[in-house]
Nanobody, 115 residues
Framework: QVQLVESGGGLVQPGGSLRLSCATS????????IDWYRQAPGKQRELVATIRNGGGTNYADFVKGRFTISRDNAKNTVYLQMNSLKPEDTAVYFCNARNIGINVWGQGTQVTVSS
């Protein structure tokens, strides 16, 4: 049973930084990709960033230049470094792992950007 556990959320002031972690039960490279999504109250869940098993990354336009996705294979963990946070980044952030026959979500971690 594949499990994902997110952590690292919290309350931060505008312009601040947070690093989210997504710990997987097993090697991160066995997944075709691991994505970070977010969902704000009353809004649809949206894709934030992707890291593929070959190491390639993609970002949504609204986080380019501010967020960085990375992984530590030894720790079976994917990170989302979030800098220059804005109030509109407030949301629950989820990680999602995909491969053939696998589509697993974590429970989410709350990020609140407010002064």
């Amino acid at each position: 049973q594949v499990q994902l556990v997110e952590s690292g959320g919290g309350l931060v002031q505008p312009g601040g930084s947070l690093r989210l972690s997504c710990a997987t039960s097993g090697s991160v490279t066995r997944f075709y990709s691991i994505d970070w999504y977010r969902q704000a109250p009353g809004k649809q869940r949206e894709l934030v960033a992707t890291i593929r098993n070959g190491g390639g990354t993609n970002y949504a336009d609204f986080v380019k230049g501010r967020f960085t996705i990375s992984r530590d294979n030894a720790k079976n963990t994917v990170y989302l470094q979030m800098n220059s946070l804005k109030p509109e980044d407030t949301a629950v952030y989820f990680c999602n792992a995909r491969n053939i026959g696998i589509n697993v979500w974590g429970q989410g971690t709350q990020v609140t950007v407010s002064s």
